[in-house]
């Protein structure tokens, strides 16, 4: 099979595989899940891949071969490791300090927040964000950037790795669970739930409140790479899953207000997405204790 096949079968065999396993299980039977909710999860679904991504890396290579054209293929002969690991601190360091930053600044908190006012999680949970918030994330251009510079090879084998772990993090199959039944794969699990994401640590951070001791809605960012959470303090390991999930501002805006704002915004008052910025607020790296209902 050639390489590009493979880095764009694998995601979505992934996805459907787990998306199945979901199905069978209940979750999208019984789940808290709107119709509203299921059209953000698909328009982003199809979103990212077959528009902002390719968009970004059309635009990235014609301007670079427009203006740079003697650094095309430039690293080619670097070395496919050296390769994987421009990957991992260009687009997934990157990409951790963006998502950090989301739930920092409340202005950029408004570009990520359809990710979390879901209450159940899932696979189609995965690519729930504005627009923007892909649109505008470094890491992206930065790959762009590396795949133009010669390193493209590597990425064909990066990416559908990354996002296999991203998917199986979000999703309610909660593999992980397997390593932590049996004490002779608590090592193991010990590296591994430190070295990229998995469903524990990351449904913690969809979790509602930290006060359950379990969640942490301000931590546990990483996207492949959870150690980037351990280096940085903001990681919290305690191999349980959160009961309740979502955001404190439970307002359910039509999901073309949640994925185009600011261009669209909400006739609602009571809404994060009434406005860019107004003092009312929802400031995301406080966890208010009155909103732990």
């Given at each position: 099979?050639?390489?590009?096949?493979?880095?764009?079968?694998?995601?979505?065999?992934?996805?459907?595989?787990?998306?199945?396993?979901?199905?069978?299980g209940g979750l999208y039977l019984h789940d808290r899940r709107t119709k509203n909710d299921f059209t953000i999860e698909l328009v982003s679904l199809v979103t990212l891949p077959t528009l902002i991504q390719p968009a970004i890396f059309f635009f990235v290579i014609w301007a670079l071969q427009s203006t740079v054209p003697q650094f095309e293929d430039y690293f080619m002969e670097g070395g496919f490791w050296w390769h994987i690991l421009a990957f991992l601190i260009f687009d997934?360091?990157?990409?951790?300090?963006?998502h950090r930053l989301s739930h920092v600044n409340r202005t950029m908190w408004k570009l990520h927040r359809?990710?979390?006012?879901?209450?159940?999680?899932g696979v189609l949970v995965t690519y729930r964000n504005a627009v923007l918030y892909y649109a505008l994330m470094p890491g992206?251009?930065?790959?762009?950037?590396?795949?133009y510079l010669g390193m493209g090879y590597a990425y064909l084998f990066y990416l559908p790795f990354k996002l296999t772990v991203i998917l199986l993090a979000h999703s309610e199959t909660k593999w992980d669970r397997f390593l932590y039944r049996y004490k002779v794969l608590n090592p193991?699990?010990?590296?591994?739930?430190?070295?990229?994401?998995?469903?524990?640590?990351?449904f913690a951070h969809h979790g509602l409140t930290a006060e359950d001791g379990v969640s942490h809605p301000n931590g546990n960012y990483g996207n492949l790479l959870?150690?980037?959470?351990?280096?940085?303090?903001?990681?919290?390991?305690?191999r349980k899953y959160p009961?309740?999930?979502?955001?404190?501002?439970q307002v359910k805006e039509p999901w073309y207000v949640q994925l185009f704002f600011p261009i669209i915004r909400s006739s609602d008052e009571k809404s994060e997405l009434h406005s860019i910025r107004t003092k009312n607020d929802y400031d995301p790296s406080v966890d208010f204790k009155e909103f732990n209902r």
């Open positions: 099979m050639e390489p590009e096949i493979f880095s764009k079968l694998i995601p979505g065999v992934v996805m459907l595989v787990l998306g199945i396993l979901e199905a069978v997934d360091l990157t990409q951790y300090l963006w359809p990710h979390h006012v879901v209450e159940e999680m992206i251009w930065f790959s762009a950037v590396l795949v193991l699990a010990w590296v591994i739930e430190r070295v990229i994401s998995t469903p524990s640590t990351h959870f150690l980037w959470d351990v280096l940085l303090g903001t990681a919290k390991i305690t009961e309740r999930f979502g955001a404190w501002n």
